[in-house]
């Protein structure tokens, strides 16, 4: 009998009515054809861009290449916008190798068929060749319980490195809407106010203080929307985890946020809205009449009175008054009444909620970029974090060998930790011996049909070697923990 009913029809796509729906969106649940799944989806990442002002006609940008899900639609759509909507952009892929073996050198496999499918030249840096260390040199010397927040900090430097190198004005990101909303929860439960305030920013600027501006194209898509379209294009990307990502912290902050989207599809973006719209204010401890002033959710120093949610000395002080020592890191909220004298008539009648605490101002104010003192990296300290962390590890070196001293690279003089001129002498004896920092040049960079203009020079063979057996996350979602994210 069954065989004689007719079969329900096919449901329809809910934007073009004519095709079959072929998945519903994540997002909101909509039914949507192939086609229409794509163009809406490549719409939001432009007005993403368009709406953010993500880039400026001409730029050269590096997109972060780490032959993941995220990084190979990255690749896919910004190259497709920029032809189709004619940004101007002079893209190349930029991949890190951070030395992990089974996993990168596997997904630098899928990087360069990448470079050759989207026509745009690579570049790849180790960090056995910027600092003199593999991932899995280090893990064999720490361990896996702190891996991550080295791999995290060196990964930051290593890209705002290549993308110098290679003259670019900015990186673009993979981070998607996921990985924003658990970067959110962590700060959050972590009560680091500075970066929360940034890290909803679809444009940050590097981590010490400077380093080339950072863009999230992929700001509000959803990470589910993004394995669709790469399962619908099929598109070529790598999947398998880094093996060391069991032991990132970053795993309960990220079930927990499935578990939120799996109640309520919208919670990804409300988390990322909620924290767009939070107003950070600092205030003095005690007394409450000596509250400082404010500084907007950029977290730039200067704002006061400028946007609609800054908050007057008024309002810290009562905030300051309600806020005791225990519940410091709480959020309270306070109206803008009262404010208007102090930041203008667009915050007057103005609700805004604002985040006390009880500290000084230098919490939120944006870090005054500076060299260190050792690298002549960008640094908001004396000494950089990635140089701080190598000294560790050089420190805790089998027969105290002197800390690695690459050969400054062509056209980079001071972006290496190259340390002073008798160590960089005893650099062929060290560990350094087998990855000189001369093997990454831009002689390196590739051309579109994947040629690479390597010229014979020292450090050739290194290269080949090196560029063979490493690996980058640039955008895992483990990869962003630790430093990886502001
Ligand atoms: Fe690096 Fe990510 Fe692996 Fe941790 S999980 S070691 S941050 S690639
Ligand atoms: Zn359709």
Redesign the pocket.
């Given at each position: 009998r069954l065989g004689h009913m007719p079969a329900p029809a096919p449901r329809l796509c809910s934007r073009c009515t004519t095709a079959r729906a072929v998945l519903k969106r994540p997002k909101n649940h909509d039914q949507l054809c192939r086609e229409c799944f794509y163009t809406v989806l490549e719409d939001e990442v432009h007005q993403t861009i368009i709406s953010q002002n993500l880039f400026k006609r001409g730029e050269r940008v590096a997109l972060a290449a780490s032959g993941g899900k995220d990084s190979t639609v990255l690749a896919h759509i910004v190259t497709t916008l920029n032809k189709r909507y004619d940004y101007g952009l002079d893209l190349f892929l930029l991949s890190i190798d951070?030395g992990?073996a089974g996993y990168r050198d596997d997904s630098l496999d899928t990087v360069r068929r990448n470079e050759q499918t989207y026509g745009i030249p690579l570049l790849v840096v180790s960090y056995k060749q910027l600092y003199g260390w593999t991932?899995d040199d280090i893990v064999a010397q720490i361990g896996t319980k702190n891996?991550?927040t080295f791999?995290?900090v060196f990964r930051r430097q290593a890209l705002d490195r290549g993308a110098v190198l290679s003259r670019a004005d900015k990186i673009a990101t993979g981070h998607n809407a996921d990985d924003v909303a658990e970067t959110v929860l962590l700060n959050i439960l972590r009560g680091d106010v500075p970066r929360l305030s940034r890290c909803v920013s679809a444009i940050t600027g590097g981590e010490e203080g400077g380093g080339l501006p950072r863009v999230k194209p992929f700001k509000y898509t959803y990470e589910k929307e993004i394995v669709m379209y790469a399962y619908f294009k099929r598109l070529d990307y790598f999947s398998t985890e880094?093996v060391?990502?069991p032991f990132?912290a970053r795993g309960f902050a990220r079930d927990f946020v499935k578990d939120l989207e799996a109640a309520r599809p919208s919670a990804i973006l409300d988390l990322i809205r909620s924290a767009e719209n939070f107003r950070f204010a600092t205030v003095e401890a005690a007394p409450a009449a000596s509250a400082s002033t404010s500084s907007a959710a950029s977290g730039k120093a200067g704002s006061k009175g400028k946007g609609k949610g800054a908050a007057s000395k008024q309002q810290a002080a009562a905030m300051a008054a309600g806020a005791s020592a225990t519940d410091a890191h709480a959020p309270a909220s306070a109206d803008a009444e009262g404010n208007a004298g102090d930041a203008g008539a667009g915050a007057a009648g103005s609700r805004q909620p604002v985040i006390a605490l009880p500290t000084t101002s230098t919490l939120v104010r944006a870090p005054v970029p500076r060299q260190c003192e050792r690298c002549g990296y960008l640094a908001s300290q004396p000494i950089c974090k990635a140089c701080v962390l190598l000294e560790g590890l050089n420190k805790g070196r089998p027969g105290g060998l002197s800390p690695w001293t690459p050969e400054p690279m062509p056209g980079l003089d001071g972006f290496y930790h190259t340390g002073s001129k008798a160590a960089a002498g005893a650099a062929g004896t060290g560990p350094a011996a087998t990855g000189s920092a001369a093997s990454v040049s831009s002689s390196t960079v590739q051309d579109g049909a994947g040629n690479t203009a390597a010229a014979a020079q020292p450090g050739t063979a290194a290269r080949s070697r090196s560029w063979e057996d490493g690996g980058s996350?640039v955008d895992?979602g483990?990869?962003t923990?630790?430093g990886?994210q502001a």
């Open positions: 951070e992990i991932m891996n991550c791999c995290g880094c060391y990502a990132a996350s895992s483990a990869s923990q630790a990886g």
